[in-house]
């Protein structure tokens, strides 16, 4: 079973960048679909980017040409790197591990990690 550290949210102003990352143990990040996935207060979690086990990415509209998924297999990493960023990209960012097709749907990803929180400011 996979263990999952999310680090690198913060405050920052519009237009700005952040990139999160998702650190992994306990099992091969290549073995998964990983997906990053955003919840903000009194908001449904919605998916942000997955990428699966061959490195095809897949992108919320909201964030196309923005965000970024990539994942380094030798440090067992995922990351999201973040520019451009909008007040409406505050959420608490988590990283989430599944065997499933890697769409962006929340229930699909079996293990997660404890999120990072990100704030835009306008």
């Known amino acids: 079973q996979v263990q999952l550290v999310e680090s690198g949210g913060g405050s920052v102003q519009a237009g700005g960048s952040l990139r999160l990352s998702c650190a992994a143990s306990?099992?091969?990040?290549?073995?998964?679909?990983m997906g990053w996935f955003r919840q903000a207060p009194g908001k449904e979690r919605e998916g942000v980017a997955t990428?699966?086990?061959?490195?095809?990415?897949k992108y919320a509209d909201s964030v196309k040409g923005r965000f970024t998924i990539s994942e380094d297999n030798a440090k067992n990493t995922l990351y999201l790197q973040m520019n451009s960023l909008k007040p409406e990209d505050t959420a608490m960012y988590y990283c989430?591990?599944?065997?499933?097709?890697?769409?962006?749907?929340?229930?699909?990803?079996?293990?997660w990690g404890q999120g990072t929180q990100v704030t835009v400011s306008s």
């Open positions: 989430a591990a599944g065997w499933g097709l890697c769409f962006l749907r929340h229930y699909e990803y079996n293990y």
């Open positions: 306990g099992d091969t990040i290549s073995s998964y679909c």
């Open positions: 990428i699966d086990s061959d490195g095809t990415p």
